[in-house]
T-cell receptor
Framework: AQSVSQHNHHVILSEAASLELGCNYS??????LFWYVQYPGQHLQLLLK??????LVKGIKGFEAEFIKSKFSFNLRKPSVQWSDTAEYFC??????????FGPGTRLSVLP | NAGVTQTPKFRVLKTGQSMTLLCAQD?????MYWYRQDPGMGLRLIHYSVGEGTTAKGEVPDGYNVSRLKKQNFLLGLESAAPSQTSVYFC???????????FGQGTRLTVV
C-alpha cells in the first residue's frame, strides 16, 4: 500500500529563516503529488501540486517544491518564512487509483 | 460557489448514540472522501466514493457507514458512537481531471 512519510514532526524557525520540509512516498508508479496547509482552526488548503512536466513546482505564498523521482521525494521549500506561515503542512500522494494518501503532517512554528 | 460544506460544525454525543454527518459539494465532482484527523496521526481515510451509488472502505472504516445517493452528497454515519470516535472529521471532493482535493471546514465531534 502507498505510504507517505514526512521527516519532521515539529519545526521551529525564526522569521526570515529558510524552510525545507521533507516528504517521501513509497509508490513506484505514476503519482500526483500535493502539499496542503492547515492554518490553526481551519481546513486544509492546497499550496501546490505536481502532475507532470517541470519537477520544480511553484505554489502560493512563495512556496515551491521539487519532485525527485529517483528519491521518491517531494520536498517543500520557502526561502524566507513569515510568522503567518505558522501552520501544519501535509504532503499527499494520489497514485493511479483514486485515493489521496496523506502524510502525518509537520507542524511549523515561526517565531516573530 | 460554496465548494464543500459540512454540517454540523460541532457535535457532542453520548456513547451509544447515533448521528449522521452531511457533506455537500457543488462542483460536480466525481470523488468524495471522509477523513478523520487526530493529533499526531494526520488524516486517515474512513470511506470514499468514486461516483453516485458507489462507496468503498478506506484505512479506518470500522464503526462508520456511508452513503452516496446523490452525486453532490456524501453522508457519514456513526451507528453507535464510542469515545474513540472523538475527532475532527473532514470531507473532501475531487474531480477526475483536476485531482485536487477540496476540503470542507470540518466537524468537531466529541463522544462522552
Amino acid at each position: 500500500a502507498q505510504s507517505v512519510s514526512q521527516h519532521n514532526h515539529h519545526v521551529i524557525l525564526s522569521e526570515a529563516a529558510s524552510l525545507e520540509l521533507g516528504c517521501n512516498y513509497s509508490y513506484g508508479g505514476t503519482v500526483n503529488l500535493f502539499w496542503y496547509v492547515q492554518y490553526p482552526g481551519q481546513h486544509l488548503q492546497l499550496l501546490l501540486k505536481y502532475f507532470s512536466g517541470d519537477p520544480l513546482v511553484k505554489g502560493i505564498k512563495g512556496f515551491e517544491a521539487e519532485f525527485i523521482k529517483s528519491k521518491f521525494s517531494f520536498n517543500l521549500r520557502k526561502p524566507s518564512v513569515q510568522w503567518s506561515d505558522t501552520a501544519e503542512y501535509f504532503c499527499a500522494v494520489i497514485e493511479d487509483g483514486q485515493n489521496f494518501v496523506f502524510g502525518p503532517g509537520t507542524r511549523l512554528s515561526v517565531l516573530p | 460557489n460554496a465548494g464543500v460544506t459540512q454540517t454540523p460544525k460541532f457535535r457532542v454525543l453520548k456513547t451509544g448514540q447515533s448521528m449522521t454527518l452531511l457533506c455537500a459539494q457543488d462542483m460536480n465532482h466525481e470523488y468524495m472522501y471522509w477523513y478523520r484527523q487526530d493529533p499526531g496521526m494526520g488524516l486517515r481515510l474512513i470511506h470514499y466514493s468514486v461516483g453516485e451509488g458507489t462507496t468503498a472502505k478506506g484505512e479506518v472504516p470500522d464503526g462508520y457507514n456511508v452513503s452516496r445517493l446523490k452525486k453532490q452528497n456524501f453522508l457519514l454515519g456513526l451507528e453507535s458512537a464510542a469515545p474513540s470516535q472523538t475527532s475532527v472529521y473532514f470531507c473532501a471532493s475531487s474531480s477526475w481531471e483536476g485531482r485536487e482535493a477540496f476540503f470542507g471546514q470540518g466537524t468537531r465531534l466529541t463522544v462522552v
